[in-house]
């Protein structure tokens, strides 16, 4: 065991809540850490569709547009497109953007690097523990484990972690995703993102999407023993109402994503260590966590900014300045329970946040 350095704040998890988290503070003048457990560029599985909010927020707290090293192909994302459960499609016109998360998440992780953040990456979290108003944390990374110590950890981690199960004890509810990279072609623009409400396409919700001329097919589930059932019975529906043909299966995906449940619950932490994004419960329909992430992220670090000494006022603060993101996010899940009956349990949801 050896110890390095304290830090004022270590951000664990590299992806749009952490990166900014680490760049707000860092660029403040506090001593961050920025933990990553894959190797990055790390791959991440997930639509990569930036919408309008998600380009905005990285206009505004990064000073930057979102660089074309970052793009796939179609660059532009021109909306979505629901069929609901009773077979009945909404079209969503919405400029938006077409990324690999790989590149993106690691253009975030850059630019935090730039303005002060160390970043450590192919780095574990094994534990967390709070002790006289400080965060000890056991890291293993390059076949070595050591510790560190901070004053406050934001936990970006997203729902494959470990450290807030570690402290609440509570398992979390999940859904499995399960998608395929493809080459063929198939009837439909590829300049949309698909969504399919019907049950009997899968537990969830299915997708289709386009990256760089691969076809992403997709589905998700509860019960990932059920993966396959509903993965064949969506490609035959594709190939049935759109002319879906599969020359060659590139690749495969398999991930989880948090089970929000209709009282869209937040955690926004245990004591001196903050949840955002994912972790803390911040997902829009259809996956759309990205400008959560950012938004609960660039949250979490305001609100230790102006209430370092003082652990009341930055949930306090985290709260207030999260209010609208909460809102936001009721309000798109009781839209798409309005078009599917998928979703009804979400249509009775009176938490919004006064």
Known sequence: MKTSNSYD???????????????????????VLLVEKFKLPRYKSCSGQLIRKSIELVETYFGETIPETTLCTPTENKGMIFTNDKGKSYRFEQSGLNVWRSSFDYWLAVKAVQFGAEVRDSTSVISCKEENESVTLTMKGDCETYTVKSKYVVNCEGVVGTIKRKLTGRPQSCIATFQTFNQGNIDLDYHYFYAFLQPELSEYDAWFNVKDDKLVLGVAVRDNSKTDYYYDRFLSFMKKEHNLHIERQISIDKWLMPHIQPDCKIDYGVGHILFAGEIAGYLNPMGEGISAGLESGYCAAQSIMHHFGNITGIYDHYKEMTKELHNYMIRQWKFVADMADTFKDFRHNNQFVL
């Not at 992806?15 to 506090?30: M, V």
């Open 9 to 31: 704040i270590v951000v664990v998890g590299a992806g749009p809540s952490g990166c900014i988290a680490a760049k707000t503070l860092a660029e403040n003048g506090y001593n």
